[in-house]
C-alpha cells in the first residue's frame, strides 16, 4: 500500500536526516525532491502546490531554522501538512444509536461497490451491533444481484431484491421492509455505470429524495489515481457525497487517489479496502495513514489487529507453556492459525516503526498452507513429541500432505530452532509477558 510514495519519500528523509542544520538552501532541495515524489506518485498538481506550499512556509519559520534537531522539525511539518491533507480527523459515520440508519453507497462499475457494501454491512454489525439490510438496487449490470446475494450469505447479512421494479422503488420498499422486520441499518448498493452518465445521477438524485440517507458514501478505486478524483468530483457536485471508501488499497502503490481526494471534494475518506476478504476493511485514520507513508509504522492499529484477533485465554497458556519449554506443534499450527486472521504479513510488517518497505522483506505465503498441511498430516503423538519423527515417519507425513520430505525436514528444523530459543528465553527469565509467539522464520523464501 502507497509503496512507491513511501519509497520516494524515504530517500528524501535519509537525506534530511543528515542535515546539521537547516538552511533555506537544504530546505528548498528537501522540498523539490517532496514535490516530484508527490506528481511521480499521481497526486493532483493543484493538491500537489497547495501542500508544498504549506510545508515551505512552516519550514522557513524562525523556530525551524534555530531548532537543536532540524530533520525532526522538519519531518514533523511534513506529517502534520499529510494529516491535513487527508483530512484531518477520521470520518465520523452518521449511524444512529436508535432507530435505521440509511447508507446509500456510490461509485462507477467496477470499482468494487457491490464487494464494499458487504464489508460495510459487517463492520456496521460489529461496531455499532445494529442488523444490516443490504439493498440490491443495481438491476442492470448482469448477475450484480446474485453476486450481492453470494457475498453476503458468507457473512449471514440479510439482502433485499425486488424483481422488475425500479431501483427508487426499491429502495423505498426495502426501508419499509427494515422498519416491519427489525433492521438497524440499510446499505443500498446502487447501481453504477462505466462512466458517469446523465440517466445514472438522475436515478441516484430520486433515490436521494425518496430514502432521504444519513451517508452517502463513494466508492472510488483508488488504483485509478487521477481518474478516481475526476469521479468523486463528478459524484460530489450532482448528489453531495458524504464520504469516500477508497477500495483496493493493497493494490495502490503510487497514492495518489488517497491524497487527493479529500482536499479535492471536501469529503474525508471514511474507510479503505485492503483486501479481497470481507475483514479486509479498515476505518481510514489519516494520522496513521500519514505514519505509515513516513515509515514511522502504525502501532495503533497494529494493537487493533492483535487485540480483534489474538485469543487471549490461548496467549495466557501459550505463555505459561513457552516458559516451561512445553510448547509442542499443536500450538504452532494454533499461532499460525491466528497470524493467518492478521492478513497478509508484509501488511502487518509496514505497521511497525522502523521496518522499511525498500528492506524488500518478502514471506512466501504458500508456506503457511504448507506447513498446516504438514502438522495436520501428524498423528497427535507426534504432534506433542516431534523428535520421534524418524525417517519413516518424515516420508509418510510428506506423502499426506502432498508436500515432500524436504519441506517436513525444514518445518521440524524451524520448530527446533524455535524450541532452543524458547528453552534460553526461559532460563534467562526475559519470556514474561510473552503474549503469543508468532513463527514467521520459516516463512521467509529461500
Known amino acids: 500500500m502507497l509503496t512507491t510514495l513511501t519509497q520516494k519519500l524515504a530517500g528524501v528523509f535519509k537525506k534530511v536526516r543528515g542535515w546539521g542544520s537547516l538552511t533555506e538552501g537544504n530546505i528548498k532541495e528537501g522540498i523539490r525532491e517532496i514535490r516530484l515524489a508527490l506528481l511521480e506518485a499521481d497526486v493532483s498538481y493543484k493538491v500537489v502546490k497547495s501542500f508544498i506550499d504549506k510545508v515551505t512556509e512552516e519550514a522557513k519559520g524562525e523556530k525551524v531554522l534555530k531548532s537543536l534537531t532540524p530533520s525532526q522539525q522538519f519531518t514533523k511539518i511534513v506529517h502534520d501538512n499529510l494529516v491535513e491533507l487527508l483530512g484531518g480527523a477520521p470520518a465520523d459515520l452518521g449511524i444512529k444509536s436508535g432507530g435505521i440508519s440509511v447508507i446509500m453507497v456510490v461509485g462507477l462499475q467496477g470499482s468494487g461497490k457491490t464487494t464494499t457494501c458487504t464489508k460495510l454491512a459487517q463492520w456496521v454489525e460489529q461496531n455499532f451491533g445494529k442488523k444490516p439490510l443490504v439493498v440490491a438496487a443495481d438491476p442492470y449490470r448482469p448477475a450484480a444481484v446474485e453476486q450481492l446475494v453470494l457475498l453476503c450469505r458468507k457473512s449471514q447479512i440479510a439482502v433485499f431484491n425486488r424483481e422488475n421494479a425500479r431501483p427508487p422503488e426499491i429502495c423505498a420498499e426495502a426501508l419499509r421492509h427494515a422498519k416491519e422486520n427489525s433492521f438497524g441499518a440499510v446499505i443500498i448498493d446502487t447501481a453504477g455505470r462505466l462512466e458517469i452518465d446523465e440517466t445514472m445521477m438522475e436515478e441516484l438524485v430520486e433515490i436521494k429524495k425518496r430514502i432521504d440517507p444519513h451517508e452517502i458514501l463513494l466508492v472510488a478505486d483508488a488504483a485509478t489515481g487521477q481518474v478516481a478524483v475526476t469521479v468523486a468530483q463528478g459524484f460530489h457536485e450532482r448528489i453531495g457525497i458524504t464520504g469516500i471508501i477508497l477500495s483496493r488499497m493493497d ?76 510448547f509442542d506443534l499443536n500450538d504452532f499450527l494454533d499461532q499460525l492459525k491466528q497470524l493467518k486472521k492478521m492478513g497478509p504479513l508484509e501488511n502487518i510488517l509496514e505497521l511497525i516503526p522502523g521496518v522499511p518497505k525498500k528492506a524488500n522483506i518478502q514471506f512466501d505465503e504458500t508456506q503457511l498452507v504448507k506447513t498446516e498441511a504438514i502438522i495436520n498430516s501428524m498423528t497427535p503423538k507426534e504432534r506433542e513429541h516431534y523428535k520421534i519423527i524418524n525417517g519413516s515417519r518424515r516420508k509418510r507425513i510428506a506423502l499426506g500432505s502432498g508436500t515432500n520430505v524436504y519441506d517436513v525436514n525444514r518445518l521440524l528444523n524451524s520448530f527446533s530452532q524455535m524450541k532452543k530459543m524458547m528453552k534460553k528465553m526461559g532460563k534467562g527469565g526475559r519470556g514474561g509477558g510473552q503474549r503469543g509467539f508468532m513463527p514467521t522464520s520459516f516463512m521467509n523464501r529461500p
Open 251 to 326: 493494490s495502490d502503490a503510487r497514492g495518489g487517489a488517497a491524497l487527493s481526494m479529500s482536499y479535492v471534494t471536501g469529503r474525508t475518506v471514511s474507510f479503505i479496502g485492503t483486501g479481497e476478504k470481507v475483514e479486509d476493511f479498515e476505518r481510514f485514520y489519516p494520522d496513521r495513514i500519514a505514519s505509515r507513508i513516513l515509515e514511522m509504522g502504525d502501532v495503533v492499529t497494529l494493537v487493533e489487529k492483535v487485540k480483534q484477533e489474538i485469543d487471549v485465554e490461548k496467549a495466557k497458556k501459550l505463555e505459561k507453556k513457552i516458559k516451561k519449554a512445553t
